[in-house]
């Protein structure tokens, strides 16, 4: 499966922003799907998760209650709403997929990276 992620741009503390994943073939479903971001000189961070049929999530401590995950299996496609985003956030966010019915936050679980998209929180 090929991920082509989108929807970054630059927006303000307490800003939202929602970004896409879409996904290539025909076996997008046998996938759960994740975001892990990457600010400048850090290390890849898990972010979110979402099971194969989209009714299981999981989040990281850090975005809970302001980020939500979720899928649409007949258009290919993984969003990540984000609310209240804080300049701290400010990283290249990329979407995953991994070949098992339940997502992991641990990145060696995912087979497949989008090139990532650019999000910038102005304070």
């Known amino acids: 499966v090929q991920l082509q992620a989108s929807g970054g741009g630059l927006v303000q503390a307490e800003g939202s922003l929602r970004v896409s994943c879409a996904a290539s073939g025909r076996t997008f479903w046998r996938y759960s799907m994740g975001w892990f971001r990457q600010a400048p000189g850090k290390e890849r961070d898990y972010v979110a998760s979402?099971?194969?049929?989209?009714?299981?999530?999981y989040y990281a401590d850090s975005v809970k209650g302001r980020f939500t995950i979720s899928r649409d299996n007949a258009k290919n496609m993984v969003y990540l709403q984000m609310n209240s985003l804080q300049p701290e956030e400010t990283a290249i966010y990329y979407c995953?997929?991994?070949?098992?019915?339940?997502?992991?936050?641990?990145?060696?679980?995912?087979?497949?990276w989008g090139q990532g998209t650019q999000v910038t929180v102005s304070s």
């Open positions: 995953a997929a991994a070949p098992m019915a339940q997502p992991t936050g641990r990145m060696g679980d995912y087979y497949y």
């Open positions: 979402i099971n194969r049929s989209g009714d299981s999530t």
